[in-house]
T-cell receptor, first 110, second 114 residues
Framework: DAKTTQPTSMDCAEGRAANLPCNHS???????VYWYRQIHSQGPQYIIH???NNETNEMASLIITEDRKSSTLILPHATLRDTAVYYC???????????FGGGTRVLVKP | ETGVTQSPTHLIKTRGQQVTLRCSSQ?????VSWYQQALGQGPQFIFQ???????GRGNFPPRFSGLQFPNYSSELNVNALELDDSALYLC?????????????FGEGSRLTVL
């Protein structure tokens, strides 16, 4: 599975959009981009995934660049409960494991 | 709430002992994966069980072993515990073994080895 690179940490103001970047320059054509988050002392939680089109659900939006070498997770209106470590993961459709990197530690401030 | 339950939530062992951690998967899921998360690190894949058979293993020694039962619940066993085994052990279930990008994680079992 392709390697991903994310900023170590970022702050966000409550009520504002949080834009979390992820670089996956070695991604293959059959690999999906998945996002998870882990709130302190809890198990990771699935957020969203995509292949090449932009995706949106009730939690977030995922923007994937046309060359698929990077993506951005957007939390449209960050709340204090969105404070967590966010992981960007690349996996094939047939993959049977998630490879977590260090993630981005997001702190939402009042 | 993911419907994945793990027990115990916390436990303390000493070096050389053995431990068994348990996981009940979400209803309808036939695949269970186990992950180890050391403090300050991302989770690391230990192995996956699909329909009672091991279906992939990460870079963990043989003293890490597992079982999956006919009801798809699972156990993780660790023998000859070492101090570095102190970690949060996460269980995740999914509907099938492949295309397992969307996993449902439990809250984890926190193991401390003294």
């Amino acid at each position: 599975d392709a390697k991903t690179t994310q900023p170590t940490s970022m702050d966000c103001a409550e009520g504002r959009a949080a834009n979390l970047p992820c670089n996956h320059s070695t991604i293959s054509g059959n690999e999906y981009v998945y996002w998870y988050r882990q709130i302190h002392s809890q198990g990771p939680q699935y957020i969203i995934h995509g292949l090449k089109n932009n995706e949106t659900n009730e939690m977030a939006s995922l923007i994937i660049t046309e060359d698929r070498k990077s993506s951005t997770l957007i939390l449209p209106h960050a709340t204090l409960r969105d404070t967590a470590v966010y992981y960007c993961i690349v996996i094939t459709a047939a993959g049977n494991k998630l490879t977590f990197g260090g993630g981005t530690r997001v702190l939402v401030k009042p | 709430e993911t419907g994945v339950t793990q027990s115990p939530t916390h436990l303390i062992k000493t070096r050389g002992q053995q431990v068994t951690l348990r996981c009940s998967s979400q209803s309808g899921h036939n695949t269970v994966s186990w992950y180890q998360q050391a403090l300050g690190q991302g989770p690391q894949f230990i192995f996956q069980y699909y329909r009672e058979e091991e279906n992939g293993r990460g870079n963990f020694p043989p003293r890490f072993s597992g079982l999956q039962f006919p009801n798809y619940s699972s156990e993780l066993n660790v023998n000859a515990l070492e101090l570095d085994d102190s970690a949060l052990y996460l269980c995740a279930s999914s509907f099938e073994a492949a295309n397992t990008g969307e996993l449902f994680f439990g809250e984890g079992s926190r193991l401390t080895v003294l």
